[in-house]
């Protein structure tokens, strides 16, 4: 049985989230409660404009551009500080529920440098009192910007418990998209990778979801593999090959 002073925190805890959902939501940030796959609370950030221009799927196939994933993107200010506040509503949405929050399902770190530095900054200073560590993640995500791009930002989000990987990169800390799960096509990733290659569990048979895999943040030595799924599957091929 749920002790008394329990109940009075997490109702403390529910009371604060409501204040700031509402405050981010009147900045113009985009949350959602989760899908199938992830199973988890996050933020949305627009499409291209917060993304490195270098990205080869815009246009070509990305999933934030399709369906109910763009919908939520074009809803989603540009500005950083909105997702900001979204990303402190989603990681105590996250904590209540005992799941991590998933950061800009759609966008980027940002689209140049400045931004980069602006977003990254004020996002450590808002999410470092959930006293999350590498060992002890509050949320993650995903970048298609390169190291040179983003300079010190990835080690110290990780530093903070946001577990951040790199797009098409097959090392440490790498996630990769491929065509699809066959085992000639994971064969060859797995040769040329420089880590160990996994399937995304949540895209297998077994009902796996992000916030029963987990690993996206507890397991930086892998790269995970992801295929296309839904409408990208038709869309994406002529960038993977």
């Not at 109940?7 to 700031?20: D, E, Q, S, T």
């Not at 989603?76 to 900001?84: D, L, R």
Request: with cysteine; net charge positive; hydrophobic share 40%.
């Amino acid at each position: 049985m749920t002790a008394p002073s329990d109940l009075h925190a997490l109702f403390c805890k529910i009371r604060a989230l409501g204040k700031v959902y509402e405050k981010a939501r009147s900045l113009g940030a985009v949350l959602g409660a989760g899908n199938a796959k992830t199973d988890s609370p996050g933020t949305y950030r627009p499409v291209g404009s917060t993304c490195p221009a270098s990205c080869p799927y815009l246009g070509a196939g990305c999933y934030a551009q399709q369906r109910r994933t763009y919908m939520a993107a074009v809803r989603a200010s540009a500005a950083h500080y909105p997702a900001v506040v979204g990303a402190v509503a989603a990681v105590r949405a996250g904590q209540i529920t005992g799941r991590l929050a998933r950061l800009h399902v759609s966008g980027d770190l940002g689209a140049t440098r400045a931004e980069i530095d602006a977003y990254c900054s004020d996002l450590i200073a808002a999410l470092t009192p959930f006293g999350g560590s590498v060992e002890s993640p509050i949320a993650w995500t995903y970048t298609h910007h390169h190291p040179r791009d983003v300079g010190p930002w990835l080690d110290r989000l990780r530093a903070i418990g946001v577990a951040i990987r790199r797009s098409d990169y097959s090392g440490r800390w790498g996630v990769i998209v491929l065509p699809s799960f066959a085992p000639d096509v994971v064969a060859r990733a797995r040769r040329e990778a420089s880590a160990p290659v996994v399937k995304c569990r949540a895209q297998l048979p077994g009902g796996a979801t992000c916030a029963t895999c987990r690993i996206c943040w507890d397991r930086p030595d892998l790269v995970v593999a992801f295929r296309p799924d839904g409408g990208t599957d038709r869309r994406i091929g002529a960038v993977l090959t």
